[in-house]
């Protein structure tokens, strides 16, 4: 299941940058296809 926050990042991604909204979900897929249990969260603030 998508958490909230990234739900609500990639709508503004999406909205805003179409071109790497497209790139983002192709990672995403990406991702998923190898570690389908994988998790996701939006974190701010750099390393």
Request: aromatic share 8%.
């Amino acid at each position: 299941m998508t958490d909230v926050n990234v739900s609500r990042l990639l709508q503004e991604l999406q909205a805003t940058n179409p071109e790497r909204y497209e790139l983002v979900q192709a990672v995403r897929q990406a991702i998923y296809s190898v570690v389908p249990d994988a998790e996701e969260r939006v974190m701010y603030g750099g390393f």
